[in-house]
């Protein structure tokens, strides 16, 4: 009974962290390469201790103006795991409960798939309660300002896929 126990408690976890990365996998490409830029961004601060991986969007939207160009906008949640930070294979880390949320916006411009380094790519990222509506109006603004072609529409002013 207990092995049976023991089991289905290890199952749960593995269907937990799967859930993780098949949310991540889901997405298409170009707001992969975007999650993965804010991943690293928040690696690269002393202060986090955890591995984070993407937990879900909020809005994703993207212009297509051609020539193999996007503009692309995506707001997320990455959420913190069991694992520490510099974990290389997070197959195995489970999602914790007791972390909040980090909030991130990103924008960027590819061209033929890869982000460009001009206009240089935007990422905030801030834990969920101390996220405000100043910040949020602010992360639009930055992102529909930041030098897209004259004429071109805001990135918000498209579709938003959720």
């Not at 591995?51 to 707001?75: A, N």
């Not at 069991?82 to 916006?105: E, H, M, N, W, Y």
Request: hydrophobic content about 40%; aromatic content about 10%; glycine content about 6%.
């Amino acid at each position: 009974m207990a092995a049976l126990l023991l089991l289905l408690l290890g199952a749960g976890v593995a269907l937990v962290s799967a859930n993780g990365q098949e949310a991540y996998n889901q997405l298409p490409d170009a707001y992969r390469k975007g999650v993965d830029l804010a991943t690293e961004n928040l690696n690269s601060h002393v202060g986090i201790r955890h591995h984070f991986l993407f937990f879900r969007s909020l809005v994703k939207s993207d212009i297509e103006p051609g020539f193999d160009v996007s503009y692309i906008y995506h707001h997320f949640y990455l959420k913190a795991t069991k694992c520490s930070k510099g974990t290389v294979d997070s197959s195995q880390c489970a999602f914790r409960d007791d972390r909040p949320l980090i909030d991130c916006a990103v924008c960027y411009k590819t061209y033929a798939g890869e982000i460009e380094q001009e206009p240089k790519p935007y990422i905030h990222c801030v834990h969920k309660p101390v996220l405000t509506e100043d910040m949020k109006v602010a992360r639009v603004e930055h992102c529909n300002n930041m030098g897209y072609s004259s004429g071109a529409p805001t990135l918000l002013a498209s579709v938003a896929r959720k």
